[in-house]
Nanobody, 116 residues
Framework: QVLLVESGGGLVQAGGSLRLSCAAS????????MGWYRQAPGKQRELVAA???????NYADSVKGRFTISRDNAKNTVWLQMNSLKPEDTAVYYC??????????WGQGTQVTVSS
C-alpha cells in the first residue's frame, strides 16, 4: 500500500506562485507514473501534469509554460511548481500514483485558490 501526503496548497493572488509537494510512503519498484490532477466546482477531474519514473513528462495545454512537474525517485516525492497563476487555476489538486498498471493511489487533495 502507498500513502500519498500532499502539501503546499493555499491562497494566492493572480500572477503569484505556489509549489505543491506529494510524498509517497515507502519505496515503489518498477514502472510508475506520478501526477497531479485538479477538479474545480462543476467540472470533471482533469490531468494537470504527470511524470514517469523515467522522467518523461506530460502537461495539460492550459498549464504549459507555467507549471513544471519534477520528481525525486529516491525520496518518492513529486512536486508541481505553479507560476503565473490565474483564477481559472482554482481547484482542488490531487496527487496520483499509478503503479505497474495495477494500482492507482490518490492523495486527499489540497486546495489552491487564486484570487483576482
Amino acid at each position: 500500500q502507498v500513502l500519498l501526503v500532499e502539501s503546499g496548497g493555499g491562497l494566492v493572488q493572480a500572477g503569484g506562485s505556489l509549489r505543491l509537494s506529494c510524498a509517497a510512503s515507502g519505496s515503489i519498484s518498477g514502472w510508475n507514473v506520478m501526477g497531479w490532477y485538479r477538479q474545480a466546482p462543476g467540472k470533471q477531474r482533469e490531468l494537470v501534469a504527470a511524470i514517469s519514473s523515467g522522467g518523461l513528462t506530460n502537461y495539460a495545454d492550459s498549464v504549459k509554460g507555467r507549471f513544471t512537474i519534477s520528481r525525486d525517485n529516491a525520496k518518492n516525492t513529486v512536486w508541481l511548481q505553479m507560476n503565473s497563476l490565474k483564477p481559472e487555476d482554482t481547484a482542488v489538486y490531487y496527487c496520483k500514483c499509478s503503479y505497474l498498471s495495477r494500482y492507482d493511489y490518490w492523495g486527499q487533495g489540497t486546495q489552491v485558490t487564486v484570487s483576482s
